[in-house]
């Protein structure tokens, strides 16, 4: 279900990433506005579809965020430390790489050097 929050969520973060004017037409950003104004959820089909579509165009253009960055750099990383660890002999470390924390870790420090 789209709800009004979910709008404005996107809306928001199109506008931060400068993708707003440049990835939607005038009606686009119109049919968004008004939604988000006069609709607190969103029941219709047909307006469901058309603007599930509108966000999915919103979706393909954004840039990743930081913390989607972070886990697929750690998820990497992660996957290497842990074939080394297997190959040394330790068998928890196949755990590892399954270990959110641990992922956000790696992809926060190599982020950073």
Do not use: Y
């Not at 579809?49 to 990497?76: M, Q, Y």
């Not at 996957?79 to 755990?95: P, V, Y």
């Amino acid at each position: 279900m789209l709800t009004r929050q979910g709008l404005m969520k996107a809306r928001t973060r199109a506008v931060r990433q400068r993708i707003w004017f440049k990835a939607l037409s005038k009606v686009e950003r119109g049919i968004v506005d008004l939604t988000i104004r006069c609709i607190e959820r969103v029941r219709s089909r047909i307006l469901n579809r058309i603007v599930s579509n509108i966000i999915a165009k919103i979706l393909k253009n954004l840039k990743p965020s930081f913390l989607e960055t972070v886990t697929k750099v750690g998820r990497e990383i992660a996957h290497e430390i842990c074939e080394i660890a297997l190959k040394w002999g330790n068998l928890r470390a196949s755990s590892w790489r399954h270990d959110s924390d641990f992922i956000q870790f790696l992809g926060v420090t190599a982020i950073n050097r």
